[in-house]
């Protein structure tokens, strides 16, 4: 292990932050936009978003989530929070970034897209100048932004994925949840030759079972579509997860100790250990996002 990943998996144990640390990880410039997703649905994709933003949080980024499951959204269901501006408000201009962002757990913000970036696409030039003025502040004062999307390979989803700076993929090992996630790589990979794509198997008996399910759609994508898939890491099932659930708290604060939380954390350390690397994707912030989000869906 690196030294940088030891340094950061003292950091996350410790849950204190030196101002050196913070000054080391914090960008200047952009912050990482990363959509998350998946071929199917109910396989943890904003379970996953809210506990790895805490945990994100807890190594000193400065996280947002922005929550675009126009259908499903409920961010703030499993965060036990209620918000009282979207999106809409902001692409309307009624209110601004600062107005229209939740305070969540650990200093995790949150802002509901509601029907937001429907509306976007009535805009006239000048408001859009304005929205993209306001929603590029965030770039300024977060790390990382965290888009939790509907499943799938609709429009809508397919643009978000486009638009960000990387993707996360999550699948569970059920076969129709691996060969859904497959098709939006096939699909991505027709598009967007050198998107990033880092995959999680959420739900995984054992570890093997996880890293076979890997290394499976790594090979694959990699022979069929010459297409080339970065693991992030997996989590078992965890009966906490559920519990978690149903009381409306991220398991990541009720459990701190299930393996969930452990493995959100191994994540967590991945994804920011892989931006490090050679490899590591260009952030275009939320500024690039957007711009490139309208390009997708308007064609203006
Ligand atoms: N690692 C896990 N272990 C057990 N249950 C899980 C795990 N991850 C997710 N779940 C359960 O799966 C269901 C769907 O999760 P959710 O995050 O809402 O998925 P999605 O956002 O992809 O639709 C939830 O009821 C949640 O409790
Ligand atoms: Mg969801």
Known sequence: MSDQAEKLRNIVNNMRISDKTLEQTKKTGSARVITITSGKGGVGKTNITVNLAIALSKMGLRVVILDVDFGLANIDV???????????DLVRGERNIFEVLTDG??????????SGVEELLQLDRRQLGNFINNISLLDKLYDVILIDTGAGLSRNVMSFIHAADEVVLITTPEPT???????VVKMISRKDRHKVIKIIVNKAETPKEAYDILSKLMLVSERFLAFKLQKL?????????????????PFYLSYPKCHATQQITE????LFEGSKGSDSVASRGMKGFFSRLLNAF???
Do not use: H
Request: aromatic share 12%; charged share 15%; proline share 2%.
């Open 267 to 270: 994540l967590a350390v991945n």
């Open 105 to 114: 757990p650990n200093n995790v913000k949150f802002l509901s897209g509601g």
């Open 78 to 88: 499993l965060m036990g929070m209620s918000t009282k501006y979207t999106m809409v």
């Open 233 to 249: 890491g997996y989590i078992l099932y965890d009966d906490y997860v559920t519990k978690a659930v149903k009381q409306q708290k």
């Open 177 to 183: 949840a691996i060969t859904d996630a497959y098709a």
């Open 298 to 300: 308007g064609g203006s």
